[in-house]
């Protein structure tokens, strides 16, 4: 499986211009992990406003080719492996005053507690998807990164765009991260756990 990752620096108030959370949570009310991670839908407050503060984001997109005559279930399979590739990237990435927002559920315990009625554990791992937050993630990446999803209306598509970002503190550094993203897309990814603490209110 191969892919290419593509990176541009968005304001906050580029990004808000796709921000709806009413109905794009409304979607995961028919994902089967609705409710089975503190990362996701339902939420008592608005998840956004629980990030620390951030001005800027690099928005990350990552195409991967699909596997030519794949059948619905191996591009699942494909889909799910592209999806925690770009995890494991993006938690790589994230440096002090840039918090990743990963693609897909939270997966920083082996099992979230929330089925069992328990506050998350460990909210320093805790990372939401951009979705979970209320982004219209086809929108930031057709419109601020300039690339398109490709659903075929048959057959299967000839890649997947799977999509996440860096929320950075201010300006200075996203432009630090970007600076350094060669070296960063090169290193090794053996994802690591920084102590960035969202605070949740239950
Ligand atoms: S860190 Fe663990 S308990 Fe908290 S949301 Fe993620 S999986 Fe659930």
Not at 155 to 181: F, I, M, S
């Amino acid at each position: 499986m191969t892919g290419t990752v593509h990176t541009v620096i968005v304001s906050k108030a580029d990004m808000m211009r796709y921000y709806d959370p009413e109905r794009i949570q409304g979607y995961c009310r028919t994902c089967e992990k609705y409710g089975q991670f503190w990362s996701c839908p339902p939420f008592e407050n608005s998840p956004l406003e629980q990030l620390p503060p951030w001005t800027h984001a690099i928005l990350v997109t990552q195409k991967t080719w699909v596997e030519p005559g794949s059948t619905k279930e191996r591009l699942i399979e494909q889909f799910l492996a592209a999806r925690q590739i770009l995890v494991n990237t993006l938690k790589h990435w994230e440096r002090d005053g840039c918090l990743s927002v990963i693609a897909g559920h939270c997966s920083g315990c082996s099992k979230c507690t929330r089925p069992r009625g328990i506050a998350c554990q460990v909210p320093s791992k805790m990372r939401y998807s951009l979705e979970a937050l209320g982004f219209d993630v086809t929108a930031l990446a057709e419109k601020l990164a300039g690339q398109s999803l490709h659903w075929p209306k048959s057959g299967v598509p000839d890649y997947l765009l799977t999509v996440g970002a860096l929320l950075c503190r201010d300006q200075a550094l996203a432009l630090a991260w970007k600076q350094n993203e060669s070296a960063m897309q090169t290193a090794p990814i053996h994802p690591q756990h920084h102590p960035i603490t969202i605070q949740r209110r239950t």
